[in-house]
């Protein structure tokens, strides 16, 4: 039963991102204040590459708290869908 609820709730997540995100939109949310996205990015910190579309919008979601940006849910997709289609491809 878990396994059908795991299941189930994935492809909850991968629907929105794939249907519904707008990857400008995410574009001007990653480059919107340099002090937040970018200027990690280009320091020597440690990333984790993600394997998937799932563990990526973790990746997104657990910096979204980190840096405190406070994204909603759609603006985490969209950030989400601009980073697969700029350097994933998954």
């Not at 984790?48 to 406070?70: H, Q």
């Not at 603006?75 to 998954?90: A, K, P, R, S």
Request: contains cysteine.
């Amino acid at each position: 039963m878990k396994s059908v609820i795991l299941i189930f709730s994935s492809l909850l997540v991968a629907i929105p991102i794939s249907v519904q995100s707008d990857v400008n939109k995410g574009k001007q949310l990653y480059e919107a204040d340099p002090s937040q996205c970018i200027s990690c990015h280009k320091s020597s910190a440690q990333f984790s590459k993600a394997k998937n579309l799932t563990e990526l919008e973790a990746e997104v979601r657990k910096w979204d708290v980190k840096t405190k940006t406070n994204w909603y849910d759609d603006e985490i997709h969209d950030v989400t869908e601009y980073l697969n289609q700029t350097y994933y491809h998954f």
